[in-house]
């Protein structure tokens, strides 16, 4: 599965943008997918997973309440809608995907498939 993550760019502190994370294989409809950030000299860091049929989400806790995944499995496709975004939130942004397992999966080792990345800047 080659996963490839878009939708980065730069926005003011407050604003939004939304991330995507188009999967080559329609076998990525059935994967748990997650995403995670990484900020320079930091950790990869899990922000959002999804279960296959977008019934289960889970967050990290920095993020809850301004940020929501979601998949379209018709397009292949999971999103991050990212609100009320703050400085500390700038980071490079990772889509990764991993067969379903039905548990919640947070740790980056656990996850098999990997895109890109895309870079979010988040000006104060």
């Known amino acids: 599965v080659q996963l490839q993550a878009s939708g980065g760019g730069l926005v003011q502190a407050g604003g939004s943008l939304r991330l995507s994370c188009a999967a080559s294989r329609r076998t990525f409809n059935s994967f748990t997918v997650g995403w995670f950030r990484q900020a320079p000299g930091k950790d990869r860091e899990f922000v959002a997973t999804?279960?296959?049929?977008?019934?289960?989400?889970y967050y990290a806790d920095s993020v809850k309440g301004r940020f929501t995944i979601s998949r379209d499995n018709a397009k292949n496709t999971v999103y991050l809608q990212m609100n009320s975004l703050k400085p500390e939130d700038a980071a490079v942004y990772y889509c990764?995907?991993?067969?379903?397992?039905?548990?919640?999966?947070?740790?980056?080792?656990?996850?098999?498939?990997w895109g890109q990345g895309t870079q979010v800047t988040v000006s104060s």
């Open positions: 990764a995907a991993d067969p379903p397992s039905g548990v919640v999966i947070t740790h980056p080792d656990e996850y098999d498939y």
């Open positions: 999804i279960t296959w049929g977008g019934d289960s989400t």
